[in-house]
């Protein structure tokens, strides 16, 4: 048996076939199980992060997020702190890179001639 499903939004479910908002897609009787299927496990996670304390629902976010494959963002910093962590790591790469001149690891670049423009 056939199953018909009207698709709502362009951002729908991903398990969905491709078509226009409010188009009417004829789908197989296992594409539907599936579909709902998946909505349901969705729900149900839904409604448990609601249960969850606030460092749960946030590592439960995460991973969301990394299971659709978009990019985990990092903890929000104050800029004055992050001014702060990139100066010091300006600096260690700064030593670090002074001490392997030191110990001859890095040779100094040659100065090029610069070419003169040709017209």
């Known amino acids: 048996m056939l199953g018909l499903k009207c698709i709502q939004s362009s ?3 991903s398990k969905l076939p491709s ?3 409010g188009e009417w897609v004829i789908m197989g009787k296992r594409a539907l199980e599936d579909t709902t299927f998946w909505s349901a496990i969705h729900d ?3 409604l448990a992060a609601q249960r ?3 460092r749960e629902r946030r590592k439960f976010h995460l991973s969301e ?3 659709r494959g978009k990019p985990v963002k990092g903890p929000k910093i104050p ?3 992050l001014q702060g962590m990139r100066k010091k790591e300006k600096e260690r790469d700064r030593l670090q890179r002074q001490d392997a001149k030191r ?3 890095l040779k100094p670049k040659k100065a090029t ?3 003169k423009k040709q017209y």
Request: hydrophobic share 35%.
């Open 11 to 13: 951002s729908s479910s």
């Open 79 to 81: 800029y004055y702190i």
């Open 113 to 115: 001639p610069k070419r």
């Open 52 to 54: 969850m304390t606030a």
């Open 19 to 21: 078509a226009a908002a």
């Open 44 to 46: 149900i996670r839904q």
């Open 65 to 67: 997020r990394q299971k």
């Open 103 to 105: 110990s001859g690891m």
